[in-house]
């Protein structure tokens, strides 16, 4: 019997759209979104409507009857942290997506588009492998300063889709291979696979990793809090120049790679920003290889910067010795979503129940610490909105902690770099659960 699924991929300026019969692409369509259009919202959920009807809009224009759907599968959103996998659509998972519980992205729309259209035929509606997959191991949390705690936003769903693409291609399953993982495309994100779980990786949304055609990646904390204090900008403005115009459109003036590389022939300095590109990637996939400790099967890259050969060249000159390489250009998300959706409508998977999740990776609270606030008045803020926003805080005082946000056994919890005096917390301030 053939399965027909309806796939979504919302983007901030596209909806791509594609409707497969069991693996095969009948047809695709990528809804651009112009910038006017966008502005009539005021906030993203906002957009929801009127998505879902260009959706429904195009599978018309393609001669094709909704009622023949099977499942919808949809990419999305930025919800709690999660294991990598397909998830239905629960009220839970819905509502975490208005909310933007890891921030508000355009991919938080599709869980919510696909649940809709679901219900109205009556057939289910899953998310696949979202950005905020988290899979990283205990150490890999530890940012180096006990209020900050690294959370893995990266791009899971090409990630995992590739990895188990060559595993595929080499007759070995997924879970029993190391590989490390670079995604190219308008951001940059290198995982660290062992075994199934990605227990390394950067948040490439919220500012690490290597500098990407439109992000700054990491940067010099004293630089970025001097620009936070400076009063020259404003937290959007920074938002923006870091996450959207950083990066090789900063340095070079286009996060078009292909442009960049025509320039770079007769421009020196434009020459040597693509060589800085190609070398803090290369230097974080040695980054990733230690965190295997040499342990490498094969090297991946892939995202759409994997279709230039100088970008491949320069990588596999830096990082060739750690493992082979292997090249997989572009990404196909749309695929991977139908085969998310396949493998639970074959049996071959279950789908993942956020609910009975959440529980255990709700968050802890984005805490204010009373004590540092003097010293950084406002503005901390605004420094610390710049930085993963799960930092975990306690008291000077207090011997509570924060609770894991990830549901694996990790206990990460700051009170060991606290003093565990027994005094009572503030009474100023009841600032999270049995800390009052
Ligand atoms: N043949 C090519 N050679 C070099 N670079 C290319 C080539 N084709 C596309 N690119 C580059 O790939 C980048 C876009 O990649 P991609 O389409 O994967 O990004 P995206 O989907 O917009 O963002 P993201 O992958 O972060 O979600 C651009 O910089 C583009 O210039
Ligand atoms: C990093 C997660 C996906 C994206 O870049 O949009």
């Not at 996998?85 to 890891?102: F, K, M, N, P």
């Not at 993982?181 to 696979?193: E, F, L, N, P, R």
């Not at 290369?282 to 090297?299: T, Y």
């Amino acid at each position: 019997m053939s399965n027909y699924i309806l796939v979504i991929n919302p983007g901030s300026t596209s909806t791509k759209i594609g409707v497969f019969e069991n693996g095969t692409l009948l047809f695709d369509k990528t809804l651009r979104h112009p910038a006017e259009e966008i502005a009539k919202f005021a906030t993203i959920p906002d957009q929801k409507g009127w998505r879902k009807e260009l959706v429904e809009q195009a599978l018309i224009e393609n001669n094709f009857d909704m009622k023949k759907l099977t499942a919808i599968c949809a990419r999305g959103g930025l919800v709690k942290p999660i294991r990598g996998g397909t998830y239905a659509t629960s009220d839970a998972l819905l509502a975490d997506c208005v909310a933007g519980v890891q921030g508000q992205h355009a991919c938080n729309l599709g869980g919510l588009i696909a649940r809709e259209i679901g219900d109205e035929l009556g057939i289910p509606s899953f998310i696949a492998d979202p950005p905020v997959v988290d899979e990283l191991q205990a150490i890999a949390r530890y940012s180096g300063h006990p209020l900050i705690q690294r959370v893995s936003k990266f791009h899971a769903l090409n990630q995992k889709a590739v990895a188990k693409r060559y595993a595929k291609e080499v007759g070995k399953k997924y879970e029993d291979l190391n590989l490390i993982v670079c995604h190219m495309g308008g951001g940059v994100s290198v995982g660290a696979h062992v075994k199934g779980s990605v227990v390394d990786t950067e948040n490439a949304l919220d500012g690490e990793g290597p500098f990407s055609p439109e992000r700054s990646g990491s940067l010099p904390t004293d630089a970025v809090m001097k620009l936070c204090f400076s009063g020259d900008y404003t937290e959007e403005e920074l938002r923006k120049m870091f996450v959207g115009r950083g990066g090789l459109v900063a340095y070079a003036g286009s996060t078009d790679m292909r442009d960049l590389l025509k320039m770079a022939e007769t421009d020196a300095k434009v020459a040597e920003v693509i060589d800085a590109f190609h070398y803090q990637i290369g230097k974080e996939i040695g980054a990733m290889a230690a965190a295997m400790h040499g342990q490498v099967d094969q090297i991946i890259l892939t995202g759409g910067i994997a279709y230039g050969k100088e970008t491949v060249q320069a990588l596999k000159d830096m990082v060739e010795w750690i493992a082979p390489v292997t090249v997989y250009p572009g990404e196909d998300e749309l695929l991977a979503l139908a085969q998310a959706a396949l493998r639970v409508l074959n049996g071959e998977e279950q789908a993942k129940d956020y609910r009975s999740l959440s529980a255990a990776h709700i968050p802890p609270k984005k805490v204010q610490s009373p004590g540092p606030r003097r010293a950084f008045s406002g503005n901390r803020d605004l420094f610390l909105s710049l930085w993963p926003r799960f930092f975990t805080e306690t008291a000077p005082n207090c011997t509570e902690t924060a609770p894991s946000p990830v549901p694996f056994p990790i206990d990460y919890r700051v009170k060991i770099f606290t003093p565990s005096s027994q005094r009572p917390c503030r009474p100023r301030r009841a600032w999270w659960p049995g800390c009052r």
